[in-house]
């Protein structure tokens, strides 16, 4: 679970730090530089739960069920409900980039094992 301090920064420190911060996301030019970066900033638990909440609204956007996405990625009704309601609220920028994902193919073998996966569920259900 993300932590933050009671000790809160001040907002013009925090201004700063987020825009420094976008702006060395938007400075990595290759996937490598940015996948380095990813491994090196983040630790593993962070990792994983930026990349669930991807899959979440992708398999959102592409219509899946909950059950589906509970079942696929491990995850629990809350927290498809908390993407949901973020996607739903706004998120002009994911929906964008999960445009993107979709309309240039990139997650080709993640739709194949999902796909695979929820069939096998199916046959087991008969």
């Given amino acids: 679970m993300t932590q933050l301090s009671r000790n809160p920064v001040h907002k013009d420190v925090y201004y700063s730090i ?3 911060f976008i702006w060395v996301i938007g400075s990595l030019h290759s996937q490598e530089e940015t996948k380095a ?21 992708l398999m959102l956007h592409k219509g899946y069920e ?6 696929i990625l491990h995850v629990s009704t809350s927290t498809i409900s908390r993407v949901m309601n973020w996607l739903d609220s706004g998120g002009a920028g994911v929906k964008h980039v999960l445009d993107k994902l979709i309309r240039e193919e990139k997650m080709e073998d993640f739709w194949t094992k999902v796909n695979h996966a929820l069939d096998t569920v199916a046959r087991l259900r008969k």
């Fill in 66 to 71: 909950y059950g589906q996405i509970q079942y």
């Fill in 37 to 57: 970066f990813f491994y090196d900033f983040f630790t593993k638990t962070e990792r994983v739960m930026f990349t669930k909440r991807l899959a979440i609204a």
């Fill in 18 to 20: 987020r825009d420094d």
